[in-house]
T-cell receptor
Framework: AQSVTQLDSHVSVSEGTPVLLRCNYSSSYSPSLFWYVQHPNKGLQLLLKYTSAATLVKGINGFEAEFKKSETSFHLTKPSAHMSDAAEYFCVVSRPFSGGYNKLIFGAGTRLAVHP | DGGITQSPKYLFRKEGQNVTLSCEQNLNHDAMYWYRQDPGQGLRLIYYSQIVNDFQKGDIAEGYSVSREKKESFPLTVTSAQKNPTAFYLC?????????????FGPGTRLTVL
């Protein structure tokens, strides 16, 4: 069965410092993994996705994530936080089902606060 | 611009009333989904539909109903049988592709039961 654990419910950083949001997954398949971002009272926006190509995935707004199979991790990083990065971030694992579609299994989310 | 629209943005309902949330997409996606989001939790799947006139229960379908009469539209009805309907509801869509494609999300509807 697929599952995902986000290791921190809240992360607080200063503007200009690095961001690390941690995610561990469990999957009986070769997984597809995603990071989504949600600003308050908004929908979810895809930051990046891993689909068995390069293990280091670059996304939008300077974010990237590294797939580490041996550690079953998919941590999200950014070298320098910006105030606009303050939001909730979801790590997601995909489970394929019939017809070429997939079911998304969400972590509980990590709320990122960025201080001046 | 292509995208997913949800209406209304905020919805208030009295206990015992049914209410319908709208979801429309012009992305020409075959599959559509409804999720529920509660504070401090990830999204949970309510219903999904892969093609017109067909839909399947997700993980928390009790107290909800859907229809899929058009490819573009996937309305969700929250019935009076739903014991705790106050939540943020998100609609999504996707296309098939080896089971690895992302889902695209609408802006959400916040439902409050008074």
């Amino acid at each position: 069965a697929q599952s995902v654990t986000q290791l921190d419910s809240h992360v607080s950083v200063s503007e200009g410092t690095p961001v690390l949001l941690r995610c561990n997954y469990s999957s009986s398949y070769s997984p597809s993994l995603f990071w989504y971002v949600q600003h308050p009272n908004k929908g979810l926006q895809l930051l990046l996705k891993y689909t068995s190509a390069a293990t280091l995935v670059k996304g939008i707004n300077g974010f990237e994530a590294e797939f580490k199979k041996s550690e079953t991790s998919f941590h999200l990083t950014k070298p320098s936080a910006h105030m606009s990065d303050a939001a909730e971030y979801f790590c997601v694992v995909s489970r394929p089902f019939s017809g070429g579609y997939n079911k998304l299994i969400f972590g509980a989310g990590t709320r990122l606060a960025v201080h001046p | 611009d292509g995208g997913i629209t949800q209406s209304p943005k905020y919805l208030f309902r009295k206990e015992g009333q049914n209410v319908t949330l709208s979801c429309e997409q012009n992305l020409n996606h075959d599959a559509m989904y409804w999720y529920r989001q509660d504070p401090g939790q990830g999204l949970r799947l309510i219903y999904y539909s892969q093609i017109v006139n067909d839909f399947q229960k997700g993980d928390i379908a009790e107290g909800y109903s859907v229809s899929r009469e058009k490819k573009e539209s996937f309305p969700l009805t929250v019935t009076s049988a739903q014991k705790n309907p106050t939540a943020f509801y998100l609609c999504a869509s996707s296309i098939p592709g080896q089971g690895r494609n992302e889902q695209f999300f609408g802006p959400g509807t916040r439902l409050t039961v008074l």
